[in-house]
Nanobody, 123 residues
Framework: QVRLIESGGGLVQAGGSLRVSCAAS????????MGWFRQAPGKEREFVAA????????GYATSVKGRFTISRDNAKNTVSLQMNSLKPEDTAVYYC????????????????WGQGTQVTVSS
């Protein structure tokens, strides 16, 4: 099965940048779509970004479009989320997720989840 481990979370000032990464184990990384979700205290987990099998198609939540960039390196079995122009409302635990087949934005479609990494944006 696929196991996911996030890294790169931390504290950053508003307007700054941060990059979170996810390492995937297994032999089928190139056959799974990847996504990032986040969950702030007291709120439901929400979609952030997704990327397809080959990495040539991406999708973003309206709230992060133009500021965040998702990418994947199939040779290294990793997916990353570059976050620029961060806002305090971006503060959340960020989760890496994977699903078989093409990408999607629905939480329930993802089969595998990482443990999450905390991102805190100060004002």
């Amino acid at each position: 099965q696929v196991r996911l481990i996030e890294s790169g979370g931390g504290l950053v000032q508003a307007g700054g940048s941060l990059r979170v990464s996810c390492a995937a184990s297994g032999r089928t990384f190139s056959s799974i779509a990847m996504g990032w979700f986040r969950q702030a205290p007291g709120k439901e987990r929400e979609f952030v970004a997704a990327i397809n099998l080959s990495g040539d198609s991406t999708g973003y939540a309206t709230s992060v479009k133009g500021r965040f960039t998702i990418s994947r390196d199939n040779a290294k079995n990793t997916v990353s989320l570059q976050m620029n122009s961060l806002k305090p409302e971006d503060t959340a635990v960020y989760y890496c997720a994977a699903k078989m087949g093409e990408s999607g934005i629905v939480l329930g479609e993802y089969n595998y989840w990482g443990q999450g990494t905390q991102v805190t944006v100060s004002s």
